[in-house]
C-alpha cells in the first residue's frame, strides 16, 4: 500500500487578467501548501481495476464517480503512460469543497504522484496529464511553494525564508468558481495584468518578515467579486481582521476559504481556538504554509 498527502494549497496573492478567447485567463499567483492538519490522505494498492472509496468529514459533499479528480487523474495517467493496470484508492476527505483550497486538485496531484510510484512510471507522465485536468492540479502535483503563471501550467519552484504560521477559515458554504469568475470579467477585471518577479528575500527571521510585508502590499483580484456573490467570505475576512495579531488577511484561490498570516504558531493556534469559540459551523485550522505535508 502507498499513501500520499493532498495538502491544502494557499494563493497568498492571486492576480488574474482579462478572459482569454478560449475562455481562460491569465494568473499570477504565489502558491504554498498546508501541513497535515489541513490535508486529505490518499490510500492506494495494487488491483485489476480503478476504483475509489470515500470517507472522512467532508466525503459527502463528493461521489466517487467517474468525474471525480482522483479517478480522472487515475484514467488520464494509464492512458499517457500506455498502461493497463489498476489500482484500489481509499480517500479519507477533510478538506471542504468549492473551497478555494485547490481540495480537487490536491487530491488529483496526489493520486498522479502516488500512482507513479505505484506503477513505477516516469514523473514525465504525470507532468504531462496534469494541465488538463485543472489549472490548480500542475502545482498540486508539485505540492511545494511555486509560482504559478500562464494558466496555471507554468510552475516554478521557489525558495521561501520561511514556512509562515497561518490559520485558515472556512465558513461552511461553497463558492464555484465559475460564477466568481464571470463577475470579475463583467466588472472588467484584468486590465493591467502582468507578471510579476517575485523578489530575493534572505533567509530566516528576517526575510519571514520581509516576505510578509510584501504580502501586505499584494491582492486576489478575485477576492472582491467572491464577496459580492457569497457575503460570508467578507464575514470570515471581518473576524481574521479583528484578531490583533494578524498580520495579513486575504481569500484564496476562488474562495470562500481566506486565511490570516501570524508570526509564531503560538499566535496562529490561539487565534484558530477563539475562532472556533465563536463560529462552531466555520471549518478552522492552524498551520504552517510552504511545502506541503510529506508523503508516507
Known sequence: ??????????????????????????????????????????TMGTADVLSLALSGPSAG???AGSDNLVLLAAEALRGASGGSCGAE????????????????????????????????????????VAPGLGGDVPVSLYSAPCLMQGEG????????????????????VACPTGPIFRAFDGAGGGKGFREQPLPDFPSGADGKTALINWLSLQENDLQAPAIALVPQVGTVLGALEAIDTALVCRMSGSGATCFALFETMDEARAAAAQL??????????????????PDG
Open 1 to 42: 500500500m502507498i499513501s500520499v498527502t493532498a495538502s491544502a494549497k494557499v494563493n497568498l496573492y492571486l492576480h488574474v487578467g482579462p478572459v482569454q478567447e478560449n475562455g481562460r485567463h491569465p494568473l499570477d499567483s504565489l502558491v504554498v501548501f498546508a501541513g497535515v492538519e489541513a490535508s486529505d490522505q490518499l
Open 61 to 63: 459533499a463528493i461521489e
Open 89 to 128: 484508492m481509499a480517500l479519507e476527505k477533510h478538506l471542504p469543497v468549492a473551497a478555494g483550497i485547490g481540495g480537487g486538485s490536491a487530491d488529483a496531484g496526489a493520486a498522479l504522484r502516488g500512482l507513479t510510484t505505484l506503477w513505477n512510471l516516469s514523473p514525465d507522465f504525470a507532468a504531462q
Open 153 to 172: 501550467e507554468r510552475v516554478t519552484p521557489v525558495n521561501l525564508p520561511a514556512p509562515l504560521p497561518a490559520v485558515l477559515v472556512n465558513p461552511g
Open 276 to 293: 472556533r469559540a465563536a463560529h462552531q459551523g466555520w471549518w478552522v485550522q492552524a498551520t504552517e504554509l510552504g511545502q506541503g505535508a
